[in-house]
């Protein structure tokens, strides 16, 4: 469901709740994010406006974000002019994407004023506008989002309202309007005019509306009967009048396996039983639950952008390098032909003589000694054709020698880079990343920044436990692979890891004891989950007893080799892995 008009009315009524509370902080997490602390009689709430084009948005907040270590601009301004500022008003106009944030502050000369931010919720289009009490721009989060002849987002301009189509409010429109107005537009499906003639409603609950009408049959709005009429005006009047009252049903839909796909402010029967649909206590722990793990991955990716493009750049070159050496290797099998060639060159000196072209010779080393044509170079005698011959095969010998240890480094580095991207791909913190440039900087692939830094700080590894009681450890990056794998885990542990399939190192920690079936097959369940196989049906993982494990001297990090092993194929699960983990 988009963030539609209707939503944030709901959102509005719960903000309503928290006037007269203060902006205690204001932090920018990223690019696209605002956090506003308010704080008030009841303790802290966090606001979340966020206004990034997949998932903009604006509610109320348990995410743990981390923050940069350097306020960016916008971030700053807010301090300085909402900090300490009292929310006195929540408004919005009819059910326009528009939320309208009035805090009552004080100025530099220590003049109380009133200052508004406006927070639009419009797709690609979001902002976040502060202005003063007449009305002009202080300053927004993104400037010049919609520059067009009527309407410039620059501080010092007046802030005027974005072109606003003329739409129905369902919630305050008579009958007889609405129905008039559906017949007067051109026919259409049920649910499409429904998004055209109302504001502030998305494809989904138009969806609903027409599901309740006419259940799963096809209709027209212009084939509509009186009981159609009759049921579209009802499940209008009962959505306008759960929002008013505070009546919704907030939920989060999701696929059976677990993938969240939308969610709504009323329950929603249109999916059937494709959908399980997972009740939520308010309007804002439906959308925190709901984007809090995608936008967490999202905010990873763009303050990793570019370790992503070091990591890929040299991911292509590695692999072109190792094809070209690959494709040489191949040209070495010549290497026999070129002996036999000297050999029987040598053999037949007294046959030759200087401006041959080609040597028509009796291979001896065959049975039944078949000829063989051998070419020559004419400005060569026959002794220097046959040295000219050996010198090609000891070149190859030597080649064959030095291309088959490049490319065992090649493959090795190759198994590295992806392992690093998988543990990129992976981060959650922002000492995670810190960590990984730390390591790619030991390795030569990053040039170590000038001045004095604090070395990051290394996590614990991640704790889960089986559901019988055996304690499971995973490393979170290569280094920490091979802290808890030579270091930490006791050589009777099990140690687990996906086959030929970058991810992170899985201790089953045994105590000295036989671990169960179950314990083994559930850390075999943590291995795929935290590897780059995260989404496959059938993933296998290799699992061994950790004193079977060795790094091998000089091998880059997480990188070892094992013997004894056995493998088990199983299927990755998010909700498995929820269940196990371990506070730490």
Not at 147 to 161: C, H, K, Q, W
Not at 164 to 169: A, C, E, K, Q
Not at 435 to 441: T, V
Request: with cysteine; hydrophobic share 35%; charged share 25%.
């Amino acid at each position: 469901m988009a963030f539609d008009g209707a939503y944030l009315y709901a959102v509005k009524q719960e903000l309503e709740a928290l006037t007269g509370t203060r902006a205690d902080k204001i932090h920018q997490p990223s690019r696209d994010e605002i956090i506003i602390h308010l704080r008030g009689r009841e303790g802290m709430q966090k606001l979340l406006i966020s206004t990034s084009g997949d998932s903009a948005r604006l509610h109320l907040t348990q995410a743990v974000i981390e923050n940069p270590a350097v306020p960016p601009m916008f971030c700053m301004l807010l301090r300085k002019h909402l900090g300490g500022g009292k929310l006195i008003s929540v408004r919005q106009d009819g059910l326009e994407r528009i939320l309208f944030l009035d805090f009552e502050c004080v100025s530099e000369l220590g003049d109380r004023v009133q200052l508004t931010l406006a927070c639009e919720v419009m797709g690609r289009y979001s902002n976040c506008i502060l202005c003063d009490q007449d009305g002009k721009i202080i300053d927004s989060l993104k400037r010049n989002a919609d520059v067009t002849r009527e309407r410039v987002i620059l501080p010092g301009f007046a802030y005027e309202m974005p072109h606003r189509s003329r739409r129905l409010n369902f919630m305050d429109t008579d009958d007889e309007t609405i129905i008039s107005a559906l017949l007067l537009a051109p026919d259409a499906p049920l649910d499409k005019a429904l998004v055209q003639l109302f504001e502030g409603v998305s494809p989904l609950l138009a969806r609903e509306w027409a599901y309740y009408v006419c259940k799963s049959d096809f209709i027209r709005t212009h084939s509509m009967t009186q009981d159609h009429r009759d049921r579209l005006l009802f499940t209008l009047h009962r959505t306008a009048e759960m929002l008013r009252n505070g009546g919704c049903q907030f939920s989060v839909l999701q696929t059976p396996e677990g993938q969240l796909k939308d969610y709504c402010f009323l329950r929603p029967e249109q999916y059937g039983a494709l959908m399980v649909v997972r009740p939520m206590p308010s309007a804002s722990a439906a959308l925190d639950e709901f984007y809090t793990k995608r936008d967490l991955h999202a905010r990873m990716k763009q303050r990793a952008n570019d370790l992503f493009r070091l990591v890929m750049t040299r991911l292509e070159r590695v692999s072109r390098k190792l094809d070209n050496q690959r494709a040489e290797l191949a040209q070495t099998d010549k290497m026999e032909h070129n002996k036999l060639c000297g050999d029987l060159l040598s053999a037949n000196l007294y046959r030759l003589q200087k401006g041959d072209t080609a040597a028509v010779l009796e291979n001896f080393y065959e049975e039944d000694c078949p000829q063989i044509s051998i070419p020559l170079q004419v400005n060569l005698t026959p002794a220097q054709n046959a040295q000219r011959y050996y010198t090609l095969y000891r070149k190859a010998v030597t080649a064959k020698e030095k291309l088959s240890e490049q490319i065992e480094q090649g493959e090795q580095e190759l198994a590295y880079l992806e392992s690093v991207f998988d543990v990129l791909s992976r981060a959650e913190t922002e000492a995670d990343l810190l960590l990984l440039r730390e390591e790619l900087c030991e390795q030569g692939y990053t040039k170590k920044k000038n001045g004095r830094q604090k070395p990051p700080k290394q996590q614990p590894p991640m704790v889960y436990r089986s559901e019988d009681g055996f304690m499971i450890l995973v490393g979170r990056n290569n280094r920490q692979n091979d802290l808890l794998t030579t270091k930490q885990a006791a050589k009777l542990d099990i140690w687990l890891h996906t086959q030929n399939i970058p991810g992170s190192h899985v201790i089953l920690v045994t105590d000295g004891m036989e671990p169960s079936e179950t314990a083994i097959r559930q850390a075999a369940v943590l291995a795929a989950y935290h590897s780059k196989a995260r989404d496959s049906a059938q993933v296998p993982v290799d699992f061994t007893r950790v004193k079977f494990v060795k790094k091998p001297n000089g091998a880059k990090p997480g990188m070892v080799i094992f013997t004894n092993q056995q493998t088990l194929y199983v299927k990755p699960d998010a909700q498995l892995c929820e269940k196990l983990a371990q506070k730490v």
